[in-house]
């Protein structure tokens, strides 16, 4: 059973504060993702990386980073956390880049106060 | 990313077909997909169909696929109250370097 999580369900942190989101995935996937979900907005992709070390920018990077150093976890990282990233965060991993299926974490709800 | 649309919001009747709808613009998707997310969770794969198909079948689920109006739908036979859920229609293609592209979502809500 393919598994990717999550390091936490929600998390709270204040403006300014540095945040790191953290996602691990099980099954020796090449590619990861992170998106966010808004209401109305559907789940849009920040940033993705197909291998080790490598990362690309998605459709919506700005006051975002990531992070991978080794092929199961991928990390978001958030410089200094403004309000309007209050969101619920989602990663993925997928084991090829033409692929049938994307495995999802439970995602992580994150309010920025 | 490609565009990828589909309606917010369905109310169906217990026992009733769903049908969701999605266009998207990519005229070079190979592969078109539909997401279920139950609340609280992560995304979840229904069901896929290549885009050289036209229809897909899997249980109660049938994916229809026009490709020269680059319309989707996914119809729900006999709904049951444990289909409300959020459903993503999702599409993966060339002109995207393959990375999946969501529509907004479409919240299916079951009533008794």
């Known amino acids: 059973d393919v598994k990717v999580t999550q390091s936490s369900r929600y998390l709270v942190k204040r403006t300014g504060e540095k945040v790191f989101l953290e996602c691990v995935q099980d099954?020796?996937?090449?590619?990861m993702f992170w998106y966010r979900q808004d209401p109305g907005l559907g789940l849009r992709l920040i940033y993705f990386s197909y291998d080790v070390k490598m990362k690309e920018k998605g459709d919506i990077p700005e006051g975002y980073s990531v992070s991978r150093e080794k092929k199961e976890r991928f990390s978001l990282i958030l410089e200094s956390a403004s309000t309007n990233q209050t969101s619920m965060y989602l990663c993925?991993?997928?084991?090829?880049?033409?692929?049938?299926?994307?495995?999802f974490g439970q995602g992580t709800r994150l309010t920025v106060v | 990313g490609e565009d990828v649309e589909q309606s917010l919001f369905l109310s169906v009747r217990e026992g009733d077909s769903s049908v969701i709808n999605c266009t998207y613009t990519?005229?070079?998707?190979?592969?078109l997909y539909w997401y279920k997310q139950e609340p609280g969770a992560g995304l979840q794969l229904l069901t896929y169909?290549?885009?050289?198909?036209d229809m897909k079948q899997d249980q109660r689920l049938t994916v229809l696929l026009n490709k020269k109006d680059k319309h989707l739908s996914l119809r729900i036979a006999d709904t049951q109250t444990g289909d409300s859920a959020i459903y993503f229609c999702a599409e993966i293609g060339r002109s995207n370097d393959y990375k999946l592209s969501f529509g907004a979502g479409t919240t299916v809500t079951v009533r008794a």
């Open positions: 169909i290549f885009s050289n198909m």
């Open positions: 990519d005229s070079s998707s190979t592969y």
């Open positions: 993925a991993s997928s084991g090829n880049r033409v692929t049938t299926e994307a495995f």
């Open positions: 099954m020796d996937h090449e590619n």
